[in-house]
């Protein structure tokens, strides 16, 4: 079974940073495409930021130059470093794996940014 678990969440100021991990149940190899993804309160689920097997990295216009994700296939872990934090980034943050037309998701870490 497929399981998901992010870490890393919690609460900083304006300009802070936070590193999330999501640790995955298997082989991240299975996976084509890894990513981030958040919500805020009262807002859809948003793309956030993305890896695929063979490294391509996109990224959401709103945190380019900021967040940098990078996976690491020995220990099944993908990270999504969170740079110069700003109130709106404040949401629930998930990850996602992806194979095929398959995706598991995470339970979800909160990030919360104050002014």
């Known amino acids: 079974q497929v399981q998901l678990v992010e870490s890393g969440g919690g609460s900083v100021q304006t300009g802070g940073s936070l590193r999330l991990s999501c640790l995955v149940s298997v082989n991240i190899f299975e996976f084509n495409v890894m990513g981030w993804y958040r919500q805020a309160p009262g807002r859809q689920r948003e793309f956030v930021a993305s890896?695929?097997?063979?490294?391509?990295?996109t990224y959401a216009p709103s945190v380019d130059g900021r967040f940098i994700i990078a996976r690491d296939n020995a220990k099944n872990t993908v990270y999504l470093q969170m740079n110069s934090l700003e109130p709106e980034d404040t949401a629930v943050y998930y990850c996602?794996?992806?194979?095929?037309?398959?995706?598991?998701w995470g339970q979800g870490t909160q990030v919360t940014v104050s002014s």
């Open positions: 996602r794996a992806d194979v095929l037309s398959r995706n598991y």
């Open positions: 890896i695929t097997l063979g490294g391509r990295i």
